[in-house]
């Protein structure tokens, strides 16, 4: 009986290791896709817009405060109404500032955010057509350490704990393939839509 239960865990073993032995492996730089992804670039130019806007925006009400401040100190009495009336606009015209900087800063952040998540799926979707068509079962992120040298230990330990895969050969590489695939895509869903 003994010997039947391991002949049984040997056959089990066996198949187990044959199927992983037929498993298709490859990897994807994602950081390299998403850095060559055209959608990221014109994402990053739109928040780029949208932040010299709200610089600007901030620069208006900050030009507004010291403007108030200055008024407050080379024009006014103090102990005047005028003086106490221009005080209180003061107070409000700084509280907005400070408003409008966490406030609009925040958005600012999660839009961005969301806008990464998008690319992340945009990029695993890709990966996952990519590899069904070409029958591969496991894709790896993998990354490179960057060539320029960390400033301390601790950031080189970082970049070494944040690899996933210490070793693969060019021909399981699909950053390439994946790249191509979604600037296709992309330039096909913009030119669609810019056509409306």
Same mark, same amino acid.
């Given at each position: ?5 391991? !002949?049984?865990?040997?056959? !089990?073993?066996?198949?187990? #290791? ?20 055209? +959608? ?5 130019? #739109? ?24 008024? !407050? ?14 005080? +209180? ?8 500032? #400070? ?16 806008? !990464? ?26 990354? #490179? ?39 296709? +895509? ?11």
């Amino acid at each position: 009986m003994k010997r039947m239960m391991i !002949l049984a865990g040997m056959l !089990l073993l066996a198949g187990r #290791q044959q199927v992983w032995g037929q498993t298709k492996v490859a990897v994807v730089n994602v950081p390299a896709v998403s850095e060559r992804y055209q +959608k990221t670039t014109d994402l990053e130019a #739109q928040f780029e817009g949208v932040r010299r806007v709200l610089s600007d925006q901030r620069e208006a009400l900050r030009d507004r405060v010291e403007r108030t401040s200055r008024s !407050l100190q080379e024009e006014l009495k103090p102990g005047t109404e005028e003086y106490r009336q221009r005080r +209180k606009e003061l107070a409000l015209f700084e509280a907005e500032l #400070q408003w409008f900087v966490e406030s609009e800063g925040k958005k600012i952040e999660q839009d961005l955010a969301g806008s !990464l998540k998008l690319i992340f799926m945009d990029i695993q979707a890709i990966v996952r057509e990519v590899a069904l068509e070409q029958g591969i079962d496991i894709v790896l992120a993998a990354d #490179q350490i960057p060539s320029n040298d960390p400033e301390t230990p601790t950031q080189m330990r970082q970049q070494i704990v944040l690899q996933k895969v210490l070793y693969w050969s060019p021909h399981v590489d699909l950053t390439d393939a994946v790249v191509e695939r979604l600037n296709a +895509k992309y330039g096909a869903e913009k030119a669609k839509n810019e056509g409306h």
